[in-house]
């Protein structure tokens, strides 16, 4: 039973992705998981409801994909490197993802029931940029001093998701767009030859 | 004639502001600019026509309501402050184009036709910083050294974009977000108090 609801919220996901929050139908979500309407208002009540679950159903596993690129034996600033710079990856899920976080936006502006998830997912993203940043000032891979690990995750999380969005828009190039993350990680951090952020390193290409 | 054009489009932005593109139909906008449905067919074929056309008067609008806000004998680097700090006002029409350009980011995914709009507002945008920084560096309030106006422009834009998004969606505390901004800005150009960035002086806080 379980597997059939993760069916229908990944069902769902694949329609908003494809055309939007807006116009889904219940009906529609039923034909791509392949079941009766009657099932998926088993699962979830009202379309708003099926909405919501879905949203946080892409939360998590945006999460848990990411999770899988990180290697766990890696240092703080590597695992940190491998989860930003992910999200500007030329991939259908990646893709996805960035779409259903835009409809969630642009809906969220109209349906305040949506704004506590939206804030839950922004959060959250935050919250795994500056853990990582914790991380490797613990490891000794970031330095400990003088980093402010919340707002710097505040910042480079803001820079990850704007220019992921004109990069999968075809907006940016993916190459500067990396460049210009990489100086933000360096400048924020310190470049990964020293020790600490003491000249302004990033400046220098 | 131009003055009831230009009526016509302001009504389009209040409609979209207030509930969406997706469901905008041309009577309602027609009912708010207190005109026939008949006259806004006159200057606009088409519904998409009238969605394009308000787009960029929305762009058109925020960069003159913005340049008002500035000083024109001002420092580059006071004017860059005061435009990038404007964004995060808690003001109708401050708050009325961040649901426009959320709308318009949804409406360009699944609509073609409104890429090229976003793209040029985008680059206008990142454009109008680049510019003052530049301003900035030949009235020597900026550092000539080590900073590329582009690259900054990309990443100030870019935590203006998502930090303003998250403040007028209640996410995220104004004066946090302030600071966050301020931080960038010195991490990015130096301190005010310095003629180059020559350490991580936006580090200390």
Request: glycine share 4%; hydrophobic share 40%.
């Given at each position: 039973m379980a597997d059939r609801k993760t069916e229908i919220l990944e069902a769902t996901c694949r329609v908003i992705a494809r055309?939007?929050?807006?116009?889904?139908?219940v009906e529609d979500v039923a034909t791509e998981a392949s079941v009766s309407p009657a099932l998926v208002y088993y699962y979830f009540d009202t379309r708003a409801e099926l909405l919501s679950r879905a949203f946080e159903f892409a939360d998590a596993r945006s999460t848990a994909h990411t999770m899988k690129h990180i290697q766990t034996d890696a240092s703080g600033r590597d695992r940190l490197h491998a989860v930003l710079f992910h999200e500007f990856v030329d991939a259908p899920d990646v893709r996805d993802n960035w779409v259903i976080w835009g409809e969630m936006t642009a809906s969220a502006v109209f349906d305040k029931a949506l704004l506590a998830t939206l804030d839950t997912w922004s959060r959250s993203w935050v919250k795994m940029v500056a853990d990582l940043i914790t991380d490797g000032q613990r490891d000794g891979s970031i330095p400990t001093t003088a980093i402010d690990a919340d707002d710097a995750a505040e910042r480079l999380t803001a820079i990850v998701d704007s220019l992921g969005g004109k990069i999968h828009l075809g907006f940016l190039d993916p190459e500067r767009g990396r460049a210009i993350l990489q100086d933000a990680i360096d400048m924020e951090l310190g470049t990964d030859r020293e020790s600490a952020p003491t000249t302004a390193s990033a400046h220098t290409r």
């Amino acid at each position: 039973m379980a597997d059939r609801k993760t069916e229908i919220l990944e069902a769902t996901c694949r329609v908003i992705a494809r055309s939007g929050a807006h116009d889904l139908r219940v009906e529609d979500v039923a034909t791509e998981a392949s079941v009766s309407p009657a099932l998926v208002y088993y699962y979830f009540d009202t379309r708003a409801e099926l909405l919501s679950r879905a949203f946080e159903f892409a939360d998590a596993r945006s999460t848990a994909h990411t999770m899988k690129h990180i290697q766990t034996d890696a240092s703080g600033r590597d695992r940190l490197h491998a989860v930003l710079f992910h999200e500007f990856v030329d991939a259908p899920d990646v893709r996805d993802n960035w779409v259903i976080w835009g409809e969630m936006t642009a809906s969220a502006v109209f349906d305040k029931a949506l704004l506590a998830t939206l804030d839950t997912w922004s959060r959250s993203w935050v919250k795994m940029v500056a853990d990582l940043i914790t991380d490797g000032q613990r490891d000794g891979s970031i330095p400990t001093t003088a980093i402010d690990a919340d707002d710097a995750a505040e910042r480079l999380t803001a820079i990850v998701d704007s220019l992921g969005g004109k990069i999968h828009l075809g907006f940016l190039d993916p190459e500067r767009g990396r460049a210009i993350l990489q100086d933000a990680i360096d400048m924020e951090l310190g470049t990964d030859r020293e020790s600490a952020p003491t000249t302004a390193s990033a400046h220098t290409r």
